[in-house]
């Protein structure tokens, strides 16, 4: 069973774009919601985390936004670069788990 | 400062023979973890060590594989015998404490081809 279902499964944004990746998860258990980048040939690398006591955390372009009541959180990109292009992995942590989603192949065209 | 250091980076090996791959956390983190990534099943926790200590290995996925942390700086991960369906890149990560409000910083993983 998926503990966190992430979606699109691939996003293609021109340059200057939004990019949006959401994410639905299951476990109430979760108190801890991070977005994980990850570039070939290399480990993820925690881009972005929020707590579920906020609704939003913005840092520089990238902003979570979070919804308690419907157990979902997302990942808006502004002014997407085309650097920014990289699998990104929402995750969701429980004591001795942690949980990533099936990743969303983002491709920032020029 | 270094990061979590993996190797090797690739190995190739043929069925049956035993791979250990080798992770060094960063210096004062009290977490490891061992991940496994393939195109079918993601990224996947294996097992989960805190103060050297293996605190969850439910992902483990047969008696074939095992893991070792026989000091703060040092891991293994053993599979023995290898087969073909272990292929995957396999990632290590630390982390200062546990999962929750902690980033994990990732090595650069070990690409594992079995033939």
């Known amino acids: 069973q998926q503990q966190v279902k992430q979606s699109p499964q691939s996003l293609i944004v021109q340059k200057g774009g939004i990019s949006i990746i959401n994410c639905a998860y299951e476990?109430?258990?979760?108190?801890?919601f991070p977005w994980y980048q990850q570039f070939p040939g290399k480990g993820p690398a925690l881009l972005i985390a929020?707590?579920?006591?906020?609704s939003e955390k913005k840092e520089g372009r990238f902003t979570i936004s979070f919804n308690k009541s419907a157990k979902q959180f997302s990942l808006h990109i502004m002014d997407s670069q085309p650097g920014d292009s990289a699998t990104y992995f929402c995750?969701?942590?429980?004591?001795?788990?942690?949980?990533f989603g099936t990743g969303t192949s983002l491709t920032v065209i020029p | 400062d270094a990061g979590v250091i993996q190797s090797p980076r690739h190995e190739v090996t043929e069925m049956g023979q035993e791979v250990t791959l080798r992770c060094k956390p960063i210096?004062?983190?009290?977490?490891l973890f061992w991940y496994r990534q393939t195109m079918m099943r993601g990224l996947e926790l294996l097992i989960y060590?805190?103060?050297?200590?293996?605190?969850?290995d439910s992902g483990m996925p047969e008696d074939r594989f095992s893991a070792k942390m026989p000091n703060a700086s040092f891991s293994t991960l053993k599979i023995q015998p290898s087969e073909p369906r272990d292929s995957a890149v396999y990632f290590c990560?630390?982390?200062?404490?546990?999962?929750?409000?902690?980033?994990?910083?990732f090595g650069d993983g070990t690409r594992l081809s079995i033939l």
């Open positions: 060590f805190n103060n050297n200590v293996p605190i969850d």
């Open positions: 476990n109430t258990a979760f108190d801890y």
């Open positions: 929020i707590r579920p006591d906020v």
């Open positions: 995750a969701g942590p429980t004591g001795n788990q942690f949980y």
């Open positions: 990560a630390s982390s200062s404490q546990g999962f929750s409000n902690q980033p994990q910083h």
């Open positions: 210096s004062g983190h009290n977490s």
